[in-house]
């Protein structure tokens, strides 16, 4: 269905409905425009800033991206801290289950300060690019006296000429010479911070035909309308260094244009400076978060095209207003942000008004809206010191990742402060600000085709143990060879097989612990013998390279509160008060004396060197197993099978099972030790006196067996 505008005064709504009619060529636009679901990943940390030593705990929410809500099943979250190089510092692999995880990272002592990026993505993602993942610019810093003085990064006035970096925008992808044009602009330093500017733009001749003065951060807007032929630079007041030209300006063209709201709708239009465009088919459509939601064919009859969308009937967030020509073919677009989000307002109310360091809080958590029996609030929360943050609160919190910083490329300065009303101006005017600017290029959903087909993206849950078998000699692969995984810690003890493909490939998946856990493998070929080699892949995949757009600068402490150095200062002088008054105690230095170990062999031990220390030679790897190396080697030790006992002080009622170390790890159970072929096992050590099991206190009681593998 076509419509026909019979004058300019002609206005018609768009009502988001789709028609049920589509011809084979629009079905094909559509088809190729249904972009994959990007899922969302936001971490809530406890604050922006700390100090060397401390933890940055957080909570990750795993979103769905078009419906926002918590993603079901079990995942795997890569957090990382980044420097400003783009260098790794930190890392940790965390599950997601449900939509939710918990972690924190300890910040090390010798973690230089300065800025860091923190970085969190899953498989899924890490397929889609890293534009897609969760970043935050974490400021971390040491505890100084008052004698020390604070980095800080010299003012603008300090400098001689700094530099600058603006970004001419022209609405709507180009400038129609002839006409008046939107011209939007972003003005930067050279640490990427927003920095306010005066300028002009003057013709070929050098007469100024415009004027203009950044009204937020650095941004504004600038009514210009270029004439044919001509040319145009850019001056700006102070920096007498910098050169600009304005380009994109176009002969013939049509493009789409934003011209405001009537309260419940907002008006667009399309608009020519050519005759030999008018009179031709158009199609005008509307796109959120990837998916068109919108499109109408139309006739461009005159110079204009006067268009009225429903403003209440759009989705909330950013959506995409596109233009394209009879064949579907963009031509011209548009971002703009809608506010029509629902936000679910959390009250909270504490108990007391104040409180004493290190007493028991009790809140109360009420949400304001009705929530069905199956309905539930995931929640997270934070308590810090309000010097800590702007009157605005913290600088990135969930509505604005949610909103702007997951679906715009690059950092975001302040993005928390786009949905505050100022005085002199609104929250909309600063979002439009954004659409214009950084949007203006940097539309996620521009960029991320569907050239990934979702069922070949692979979510791996937990962590994964792969490589390859290689025979010990030959190297070549070992086929259909059996790869057995042991993995304890504590009294927890999990073990599984695999069989190797037709490379010698072989993959652990699914594979969940905490902290630090003992894996012990072992692989036989198809003969069950054990002559071959394991080659581990790396359990880390290398991390993708950060861009640049997203890196911190090297160092920026102009905004990091002094107080907060008082404070932690303060808090570490209760928090050695509290911990005296609690018990513990308090003592001078120390120095620890002792005779440096000769020969060290590498391997760790928590125990001196035993009287009975067997080192395994090549004659030795005949014997089936330690139980049978030791048989008769050592007094006091009895094997009878595969079981090894101990005769001693503390084995009063005869030969007892001794407690089994193997690198150092203590064994719950026996059978991993028993499974080592003696071509693995470098030193065996037998601790029977109780001078030498001391250490292991009750454990050890019964003696220790210490088995360490060859390096």
């Given amino acids: ?10 206005l018609f709504l768009f009502l988001l409905k789709q028609t049920g009619v589509f011809s084979q060529q629009t079905e094909n636009w559509l088809e190729s425009t249904d972009l994959i679901n990007i899922s969302k990943l936001y971490l809530h940390t406890d604050r922006e800033f700390y100090f060397q030593g401390d933890s940055i705990w957080f909570k990750g929410y795993y979103l769905d991206g078009q419906t926002q809500h918590l993603v079901p ?88 000429i700094p530099e600058i970096d603006v970004r001419f925008l022209p609405e709507g992808g180009f400038l129609l010479a002839g006409q008046m044009n939107v011209l939007a602009y972003k003005a930067i330093d050279k640490s990427g911070r927003a920095i306010s500017i005066k300028g002009e733009i003057l013709n070929s001749e050098g007469k100024v035909v415009s004027s203009f003065a950044s009204k937020y951060k650095g941004m504004d807007t600038i009514h210009f309308s270029p004439k044919p032929g001509e040319s145009y630079k850019v001056r700006i007041e102070g920096f007498p260094n910098y050169e600009n030209s304005i380009n994109d300006i176009v002969k013939e063209g049509i493009k789409l244009e934003y011209r405001g709201d009537s309260g419940d709708s907002f008006l667009f239009q399309t608009r020519t400076n050519s005759k030999l465009l008018q009179g031709k088919s158009y199609y005008f459509a509307i796109m959120h978060r990837g998916r068109v939601i919108f499109y109408k064919e139309f006739i461009q009859n005159d110079q204009h095209f006067p268009i009225k ?11 995409r207003f596109v233009l394209l020509d009879k064949d579907l073919k963009p031509i011209s677009e548009r971002l703009l942000f809608s506010i029509n989000y629902e936000i679910n307002d959390i009250k909270i109310e504490p108990d007391k008004d104040k409180y004493k360091t290190r007493r028991k809080v009790n809140l109360e958590i009420f949400d304001e809206e009705e929530i069905a029996d199956d309905s539930f609030s995931s929640l997270s929360i934070s308590v810090i010191d309000e010097t800590a943050v702007g009157e605005n609160g913290p600088e990135l919190n969930i509505l604005s990742w949610l909103l702007i910083d997951s679906e715009l490329k690059g950092n975001i300065e302040n993005p928390n402060d786009y949905f505050i009303n100022e005085d ?61 995984l042991n993995i304890s810690q504590n009294n927890y003890f999990y073990s599984v097989g695999s069989i190797t493909d037709e490379e010698g490939r072989f993959s652990f998946d699914s594979i969940f612990f905490a902290d630090t856990a003992f894996a012990f493998m072992q692989a036989r070929n198809s003969k069950g013998k054990l002559s071959t080699e394991i080659v581990l892949d790396s359990i880390f995949e290398n991390n993708p390279r950060v861009s640049k757009i997203y890196l911190p600068v090297k160092r920026s402490f102009t905004d990091f509160p002094v107080q907060l150095y008082q404070q932690q200062y303060f808090n570490e002088q209760d928090l050695r008060d509290y911990l005296l008054k609690s018990g513990s105690i308090l003592i001078e230095g120390v120095t620890i004396e002792g005779q440096k170990r000769e020969n060290d062999d590498g391997h760790y031990r928590i125990y001196t060197k035993p009287y009975n220390s067997l080192k395994v030679t090549e004659r030795d790897v005949t014997y089936r197993n330690v139980a049978d190396y030791l048989q008769g080697r050592v007094a006091g030790v009895v094997v009878v099978g595969n079981s090894i006992m101990i005769r001693g002080p503390g084995s009063f009622g005869g030969p007892s099972t001794p407690l089994f170390l193997l690198d150092g790890t203590p064994m719950k159970e026996s059978d991993i030790i028993m499974s080592i072929p003696m071509s693995d096992i470098d030193i065996v050590e037998v601790l029977k006196n109780p001078g030498e099991t001391a250490i292991f206190g009750t454990d050890g009681g019964n003696g220790v067996i210490s088995v360490f593998t060859k390096k």
């Fill in 1 to 10: 269905m076509k419509i026909t505008a019979t004058s300019t005064l002609f």
């Fill in 73 to 160: 099943g079990t995942f795997s979250m890569y957090v990382n801290l980044i420097d400003f190089k783009g260098q790794l510092v930190q890392k940790m692999v965390l599950p997601i289950i449900d939509g939710e995880a918990i972690g924190n990272l300890i910040i090390l002592d010798s973690l230089k300060q300065g800025n860091y990026l923190l970085q969190a993505y899953t498989d899924f993602q890490k397929a889609l690019g890293q534009d897609t993942f969760f970043h935050k610019i974490l400021k971390i810093s040491k505890l100084k006296s008052s004698s020390e003085s604070t980095d800080i990064e010299p003012t603008i006035s300090e400098e001689r």
């Fill in 309 to 319: 969308v429903n403003r209440a009937a759009l989705p909330g967030g950013i959506n």
């Fill in 424 to 484: 002199n101006l609104s929250s909309e005017s600063k979002l439009d600000f954004l659409m214009l600017t950084q949007g203006w290029s940097n539309y996620i959903y521009n960029s991320i085709s569907k050239r990934i087909p979702i069922q070949n993206i692979e979510e791996v849950e937990g962590i994964s143990i792969k490589g390859r078998v290689n025979k010990l000699l030959s190297k070549k692969p070992v086929v259909n060879g059996d790869v057995f």
